[in-house]
């Protein structure tokens, strides 16, 4: 759909259900709610200064993050969305020691697992921040045992996506053929198509990644944070540092523009910091749909099972060329 002129989301959503009948009818219902999960959390980011929403809670996520007013409104906004809704069985969300299962869920053929307000740090000094989210498909219907063991490898998600509450809401989602965005228009109320069939450049020249914890990271990835700042203008360097603290806002510069975007093990993190489940495999299908690449830097994010709901991996996103350099540092073979 080349068009991009006052299409809506809702008309988007309607033309690819004609264009793909086979697809299960109630997938087309799951980004749409979605959609309208991302509007509530724009509207109270928008205001959260003016109806005391920014701060801490004095609270930790199951995850041992500092959890932010925003991460809790955001994570109530999601269950109330989806738990009467029929469209998933469970929930898994960062902010939630065990799944939530839904009310009459149980014949639903998708589980949520979602980060609902990724870069919350930011909230407060009106920084970016985002949602990711991806839809599982269950290994079963009906009742299961648990649905820690029917959550599967990235490879098996029917749909990934995030949104970006920056200077304006972009919401992006692919079900693993394109990769398309919209942005929403604040007065209409609607989100319009922005960014149709995204593509990931094969080579970038910035870079995202926390440079802090740069001297407790391996010797090959610390080589290549050196390579990355050489003068060499044949391969673009030196690469240009973009980090905003958000992984939403790093990874959809680096998805526009190319580059790469990193968090590898450090001293605090020996699995990486990012988690799975709801970072890693859904923005790793993003990536890869539009071209690129996702890696741990020795293996494809998308291949790896889960073994806990809130399961850490390293984490490196962008362009093709960009990653393959940084998995050929990562083993030793500097180039």
């Known amino acids: 759909m080349a068009d991009t002129d006052g299409v809506t989301l809702t008309r988007y959503l309607l033309s690819e259900q004609a264009e793909h009948p086979q697809t299960e009818p109630e997938f087309w219902t799951l980004i749409a709610q979605m959609a309208y999960v991302a509007k509530v959390i724009a509207r109270e ?4 200064a003016l109806v005391g929403r920014l701060g801490l809670v004095g609270e930790r996520n ?13 994570n109530e906004a999601t269950l109330s969305a989806f738990h009467r809704s029929g469209l998933v069985a469970a929930i898994v969300s960062e902010e939630m ?26 909230t407060d000094t009106n920084g970016s921040v985002g949602t990711i989210f991806g839809f599982f498909r269950r290994s079963c219907q009906g009742r299961s045992a648990g649905i820690e063991t029917e959550l599967r490898e990235g490879t098996t998600l029917a749909a990934s996506g995030y949104v970006l ?14 990769v398309t965005g919209f942005t929403l228009d604040h007065d209409l109320g609607e989100f319009l198509l922005s960014h149709d069939a995204l593509q990931c450049p094969p080579r970038g020249q910035t870079y995202s990644a926390n ?10 990835i610390q ?11 044949a391969t673009g360097r030196p690469y240009s540092l973009r980090y905003s603290g958000a992984l939403v806002a790093d990874l959809h510069r680096t998805l526009i523009e190319g580059g790469i975007y990193f968090y590898p093990p450090d001293a605090s993190h020996k699995d990486g910091k990012l988690r799975l489940l709801y970072e890693g495999a859904p923005l790793a299908q993003i990536v890869e749909t539009a071209g690129g690449r996702a890696s741990t830097g020795r293996q494809r994010i998308a291949e790896i099972t889960p073994t806990s709901l809130h399961q850490r991996v390293p984490v490196v996103l962008g362009s093709r060329e960009d990653v393959q350099r940084y998995e050929r540092f990562a083993a030793g073979q500097d180039a």
Do not use: M
């Open 165 to 178: 509450y920056g200077p304006s809401t972009v919401f992006v989602y692919t079900r693993g053929r394109t």
């Open 45 to 48: 980011t928008r205001r959260a």
């Open 223 to 233: 080589r290549f944070v050196a390579h990355l700042g050489e003068h060499d203008p």
């Open 211 to 220: 440079l802090g914890r740069q001297r407790e990271w391996d010797a090959g």
């Open 97 to 122: 020691d065990e799944p939530k299962d839904t009310l009459s869920g149980s014949a639903a053929r998708y589980i949520l697992c979602i980060d609902p307000l990724d870069g919350s740090s930011n």
């Open 62 to 74: 199951p995850t041992g993050d500092t959890q932010k007013k925003l991460d809790l409104f955001a």
